[in-house]
């Protein structure tokens, strides 16, 4: 590892070509999406979510010009993970609505207005393999803010049929 280690706010920009540039101390090191190490290593949507981003990275001097490797994010705003995990809800309330897994998993989407977020819900109706037993009905829900509200094309319920907690939420999610 280089002893030059430095630690700076860049701004990743430029990503047609799988490359971007970070402003540091006045100059902008360049580097390739093949030196971004770790999570957040698709750049485009790094780019287009979040805009600048606060990194550590090895500094060099290439014949082009200043080049940074082992570029790595080191901050994740509570704000992002929001920010981040609604969208990704979104997309996949957008994929999942009415829709029967190979399981045979039936899957129906569901909003709810609340005070200053929505509850954005999946409820999932499982069979069992022994046909005597009744279906498993489970609930996969996540707050969402109101701006996203007509994004979210689904039926709209005066009460949620269930809820589930975030880390019910993962667990629920794998088993579709």
Not at 5 to 32: M, S, W
Request: glycine share 6%; hydrophobic share 35%; charged share 30%.
């Amino acid at each position: 590892m280089n002893e030059q280690t430095v630690e700076l706010i860049g701004k990743i920009r430029t990503l047609e070509k799988n490359y971007g540039f970070i402003k540091c101390q006045g100059k902008d090191y360049f580097f390739h999406k093949n030196d971004f190490i770790g999570f957040g290593s698709d750049l485009e949507a790094d780019r287009t979510i979040y805009g600048e981003v606060k990194v550590r990275f090895e500094p060099s001097l290439s014949s082009k010009g200043p080049r940074a490797s082992n570029v790595r994010r080191i901050d994740w705003p509570i704000r992002q993970h929001k920010e981040h995990n609604c969208r990704l809800f979104l997309a996949l309330v957008r994929i999942y609505d009415n829709y029967i897994t190979p399981l045979g998993c039936n899957v129906v989407c569901w909003k709810m207005r609340e005070d200053k977020e929505f509850l954005l819900g999946m409820t999932v109706t499982k069979p069992q393999f022994d046909v005597s037993m009744p279906p498993e009905k489970y609930y996969i829900t996540y707050h969402i803010p109101m701006r996203y509200w007509r994004q979210a094309r689904v039926m709209e319920m005066e009460r949620a049929p269930g809820y589930a907690s975030m880390e019910d939420n993962l667990e629920r999610l794998f088993r579709l």
